[in-house]
């Protein structure tokens, strides 16, 4: 038998402030499509929004249905409209937001793992890391340079 030790790096910041300008920008149209979401069930709103390389900014937020789990996560409605609408783009940054309408979010709440798989697509599709930065409603942000940090053993194309 051999043991395999994994670890990860993720940096953490104390509020939106101590984050680039640009960063500062996306999280706050991620906080614009939040305010989109459609969550009746769950009480629980996201909102996600990518920098792309050629300059835009796609943004998606989540959208319930009463069928569960027919709905879509913030995350995966902004990387297939982005990768529908620019296929060649590649995807630089994700910034995500997400709170309960019932209860305060003050902790980072990263991706599902529904949108951990797809984003992960997206990587192993461009040969190049997507950036992560997720946070609650307020409080700390975390940054990932790369959704492998939060999903190591990826399944990807290459096991198929």
Not at 44 to 63: M, P, R, Y
Not at 103 to 125: D, M, W
């Amino acid at each position: 038998m051999k043991e395999v030790k994994i670890e990860t790096t993720l940096q953490v910041f104390d509020d939106l402030k101590e984050l680039p300008e640009d960063v500062q920008n996306l999280m706050n149209k991620a906080s614009v499509a939040r305010d989109k979401a459609y969550a009746p069930y769950s009480k629980f709103l996201v909102g996600a929004a990518i920098l792309l390389d050629n300059g835009e900014i796609i943004t998606g937020s989540n959208q319930e249905n009463a069928s569960y789990p027919s709905g879509l996560c913030a995350e995966r409605t902004a990387i297939y409209y982005a990768g529908a609408k620019y296929p060649k783009a590649k995807h630089l940054k994700m910034a995500i937001i997400a709170g309960s309408q019932t209860n305060p979010t003050t902790t980072p709440i990263p991706p599902c793992g529904a949108c951990r798989q797809a984003i992960s697509e997206y990587e192993v599709k461009q040969d190049a890391p997507i950036e992560l930065y997720f946070m609650g409603e307020t409080g700390k942000v975390v940054r990932s340079n790369s959704l492998a940090n939060l999903l190591p053993f990826i399944f990807d194309k290459t096991v198929l």
